[in-house]
């Protein structure tokens, strides 16, 4: 079942259904299965280190434990940035409305790659809002699906067949490298031409 966000601008709120748009819906899918000699699907299995012992699909899962060993539920954990000081967390987008007060151009939405596609219920936006969005405005907010320990960046952009759409991003870290100054060519001159220049050490192709 598709959830929704909520969204306030101009003291206007408004719920949208936000549906996720992965490859399968742009390309479709292709599922494989593999059969035994006896034609019976066969299933995943996972072999444990000891080399003969098969776990079924389902039997492993992921766990957390502390330096003595001893296991440590996932309430308990407690992120801490480099330095070991805790780390203030954040709450996530569905818990309260997203302020949509943030404009920006395109050229800062391309400063950030794709990593998640929302479709939104474009008939749960304002008809001012739709018109900026067809326009060409971006408004870009900090999303986070589950809450965690920051939000990351977001953009809601509409396109001409009036629908509307959720890219969540990373930002690009690209950093520009260049000569400090300009180099300098030691030696004989390049940019003139003389007629007393030494050419003892010159290729003579004839002699090949």
Known sequence: MARSLSFSIKNTEFDAEIIKVDRSHLYGTVSIETADMNGARCAVA???VDGKTLIPKGGTALGYINPDGEWVSRDELQPVDLDGEPVEEVESSFDAPIVLDKKCDAEEFLNHSVRLVYRLDAEAFPAELM???KAGTLFQFGFSYRGGVGYDPAFILGDEDDNVWMMVTRENRVESVGLAQAAVCYGENLDEDTDDEDTSD???FSML
Do not use: K, R
């Open 46 to 48: 996972t072999l444990a």
């Open 131 to 133: 018109s900026e969005l």
């Open 202 to 204: 010159s290729i003579d």
